[in-house]
């Protein structure tokens, strides 16, 4: 499905785009970009998961940060990302269709953390569903 559509977007002439069709295409970029967004997320948490296992390996902020040629300020970002999918898991179906954003994931993080670990798991089951579908 993916694959179709980023196959879509390459083939565009944007010069030749009427204002609509602009739109339309910034549209299904942006839905591709949370697709990509929750691909990261699960790679992260995988990247996490290994280097949990292996104590003896490179962090995973640093091999992210060398593996996405982008810095460890950003990785870390990924890491929380990666996290807060994982305590709100009702947001999984929506990161692997392309309906949650790296940026909802922020937003969810940000409140997470300030909340102490018995609220924390009250909100994952109260609000996740609901934060998915006003985030769809």
Do not use: N
């Not at 179709?4 to 009427?18: F, G, K, Y």
């Not at 970009?33 to 990247?47: E, I």
Request: proline share 4%; hydrophobic share 40%.
């Amino acid at each position: 499905m993916f694959a179709a559509l980023v196959h879509e977007l390459e083939s565009l002439l944007v010069e030749d785009l009427q204002r609509s069709e602009a739109e339309a295409a910034l549209a299904t970029s942006s839905r591709v970009r949370r697709w990509l967004d929750g691909l990261d997320v699960r790679l992260t948490a995988r990247v996490g998961t290994c280097a949990e296992r292996d104590p003896t390996s490179t962090p995973a902020e640093e091999s992210i940060a060398a593996a996405t040629r982008r810095s460890t300020q950003a990785a870390r970002r990924d890491v929380r990302r990666a996290k807060a999918a994982a305590e709100v898991p009702a947001l999984g179906p929506a990161l692997g269709s392309g309906g949650v954003s790296g940026e909802h994931l922020d937003v969810v993080g940000q409140a997470l953390a300030r909340l102490p670990g018995d609220r924390r798991q009250r909100f994952s089951a109260e609000y996740g569903q609901r934060i998915t579908e006003e985030a769809e």
